[in-house]
């Protein structure tokens, strides 16, 4: 009966692989001639195969092969998405981060829809993938040219945290099937989140001016804030009417979430501390009026369809305004010269703001620091060279103000951008506090880690250990990864790499025979 049921469905599988070659193959013709097809025709197709995709994969479950209809209906929600898309295109709708917002909006309503009605966990997942991505373009819809701090979007995600474990909680009250997956959902979520606030280089990036929002940005998190308390409590009032047993878990998982935004709000002790310095450009004037008046290094600034843009040729749409601003007609359109078409020393040297033109003593050239092999040509060139870590780089207004917040304010031609650079300027480390709050992140993650892990023992969940033991070999590696950009160099490096390559190999070892041990127990105390 086995060897049947095995048969059978291995047929199955084929006779399905096959299936979807062909839909394929009539999909790559349909594609082919898509341009051709009327849209009423087009719309009509993108519902069939998606309505067929699923009635197939309903089918096969209810004839007893549940793996082979689960992906089918996968196909479907994947199906449903693409359809949702590419029907906008035909109807040519809004290009904006809002309109994409909306169209994400349909798409997870619609595959969380179809996980519930056809009880597909894989669609489940497929759909809360999407709600994240959804989360990520509504918000940057609503910061659109306004000032925001990317410490938002982070409150943003601690609150669907919330959000998922109160649902997690409603299932598994309820006896559904999707409180697993929520769960599993749920603890990834969160590790994945302190996972990455365990990068140095993100912290001081969360909150550069204070904590600033726009009204939009501010009432969807607290609407986002709202859901996540009243999916936990209710789900908690459920939860422990049913189970007792579980009010120590929640209360941990309530703490873990305070924890995460204290976390969270603590960065703003390092947002001033470590940044970069740059000049200001056009888009940093708001109004007209300092949009005209302002003078940035590198540009003109104009007043251009409601914001303030640097001056473009492309503005210009006929021949005499073109060449009156200094731009080159060509081709019936007005586009920017190049350096070498200044065959004056006055007029190169006037260029240098727009085109960054100097003059080299014969010839109008653009500035190109990097063919300058020693210190020497490269400080004495007149484009405005610095020599720096070995190369010949172009010299940047306001970056001698670097990890200076308060000198690079005090200069109204600067601007400050808090984050961490690329490559501290020469002398300078990184600062303490930094250290020290990139330190505690570190510890509470590593924490985090070994509570999944005792929790997935005191489940009898091997694949809950698994799931510690992968995130805390990902934290060593991302950790030996960091360390080999800290001390690059020939020696220094060659070091790191014989002693992380030491490190890595014992470790993987103990962590194996550490993974092993918690698996055997957790199985023998199942048994």
């Known amino acids: 009966m086995v060897l049947k049921k095995g048969a059978a469905s291995f047929g199955s599988i084929v006779a399905t692989i096959g299936s979807i070659l062909i839909a394929c193959g009539f999909a790559w013709l349909i594609a082919q001639n898509w341009h051709q097809i009327a849209d009423w025709a087009k719309i009509l197709i993108l519902v069939a195969v998606t309505s067929a995709a699923f009635a197939a994969g309903s089918l096969f479950k209810l004839r007893d092969y549940p793996r082979i209809g689960r992906a089918l209906q996968v196909l479907g929600s994947l199906l449903y998405t693409l359809t949702i898309f590419l029907i906008a295109q035909i109807f040519s709708t809004a290009t ?51 000032e925001f701090s990317p410490g938002m979007l982070a409150l943003y995600f ?71 308390v009243v999916a936990l409590t209710v789900g908690a009032i459920w939860a422990i009417r049913k189970e007792r047993f579980i009010k120590k878990e929640i209360v941990a998982v309530i703490v873990i ?39 940035p290094a590198y540009a003109t600034c104009v007043w251009y369809s409601g914001h303030c843009e640097e001056q473009s040729c492309y503005f210009y749409k006929n021949v005499d305004s073109c060449l009156e601003n200094g731009c080159k007609w060509l081709d019936n359109y007005c586009t920017m010269p190049q350096c070498g078409d200044y065959r004056l020393e006055e007029s190169c040297k006037n260029t240098f703001k727009q085109l960054r033109c100097f003059w080299d003593g014969a010839n109008c050239a653009s500035l190109n620091c990097y063919e300058y092999r020693d210190q020497s040509s490269c400080e004495a060139s007149m484009a405005g060279c610095a020599w720096q870590d070995g190369n010949c780089r172009e010299k940047f207004a306001c970056e001698e ?127």
Not at 270 to 288: N, R
Not at 414 to 425: E, I, S, T, V
Not at 481 to 510: C, E, K, N, R
Request: aromatic share 14%; charged share 10%; proline share 2%.
């Open 401 to 527: 103000h670097t990890n200076q917040h308060a000198e690079c304010l005090a200069d109204d031609s600067c601007r400050w951008q808090a984050g961490f650079p690329y490559r501290l300027a020469k002398g300078q480390s990184v600062p303490l506090s930094l250290w020290s709050l990139w330190i505690v992140f570190n510890i509470i993650f590593l924490g985090l880690i070994l509570a999944v892990i005792g929790y997935g023992t005191v489940q009898k969940s091997a694949k809950m250990i698994n799931l510690g033991i992968i995130f805390f070999s990902l934290d060593i590696v991302s950790r030996y990864i960091g360390f080999m950009m800290d001390f690059w160099g020939y020696t220094s490096l060659s070091i790191v790499f014989i002693t992380g390559g030491a490190l890595l190999l014992v470790g993987g070892w103990l962590i194996e025979r550490w993974r092993r041990n918690l698996v055997a127990k957790t199985r023998s105390t199942r048994g």
């Open 96 to 146: 904006t981060a809002q309109g994409v917002a909306w169209l994400l909006l349909l798409c997870w309503v619609g595959v969380l829809t179809a996980a519930y009605v056809l009880e597909s966990p894989i669609s489940l997942v497929i759909g809360l993938i999407e709600f994240l991505i959804w989360l990520v373009v509504q918000f940057t819809a609503f910061a659109a040219r306004q």
């Open 158 to 228: 601690l609150a669907i945290g919330a959000l998922f474990y109160g649902l997690r909680l409603l299932h598994r009250a309820g006896r559904h099937g999707f409180a697993k997956v929520y769960e599993w959902w749920t603890l990834l979520y969160v590790l994945l989140f302190a996972y990455v606030l365990s990068f140095q280089s993100l912290l001081p990036s969360l909150w550069p001016e204070g904590i600033r929002s726009s009204m939009p940005i501010a009432a969807f998190l607290i609407f986002l804030v709202a859901a996540a």
């Open 257 to 295: 979430l305070s924890v995460l935004v204290m976390m969270v709000f603590s960065t703003r002790i390092v947002a001033s501390v470590v940044g970069l310095c740059f000049p200001k450009g056009c888009y940093d004037f708001q109004d007209q009026r300092s949009c005209l008046e302002a003078r």
